[in-house]
């Protein structure tokens, strides 16, 4: 690849850092998602071009449960990246439930 991008972990935030959908965690799922396709279209790259996926979870059951909002809009691009998911006990912002880290290449 000629261009690799490292996306630190992207959470259900606005664009001034104020957490959205306090307990609800596929809306924080879906909404950290578009978090990280912003910075990918910023880039001039898509989900298409992730190469690896880490999905760290307050709540590992309740991310498993909403894991279709990351594997929908993967499906949409084709892509089927390798990815973890890490059970931890709390995320930097109070309430945040889940945070998306990805590596893009193109």
Do not use: C, K, W
Request: glycine residues 8%; aromatic residues 2%; negative net charge.
């Amino acid at each position: 690849p000629s261009q690799l991008l490292t996306i630190a972990g992207q959470g259900s935030v606005d664009e001034t850092g104020l957490l959205l959908h306090e307990g609800d965690v596929t809306a924080q799922i879906a909404l950290a998602m578009a978090n990280v396709e912003a910075v990918l279209t910023a880039a001039e790259m898509t989900l298409a071009d992730v190469v690896r996926l880490t999905v760290y979870a307050v709540d590992v059951d309740a991310v498993l449960a909403g894991y279709g909002a990351i594997t929908e809009r993967l499906a949409a691009f084709g892509a089927t990246p390798p990815a973890t998911l890490v059970g931890i006990t709390h995320l930097a912002i109070p309430g945040m439930l889940v945070e998306i880290e990805v590596t893009a290449a193109h």
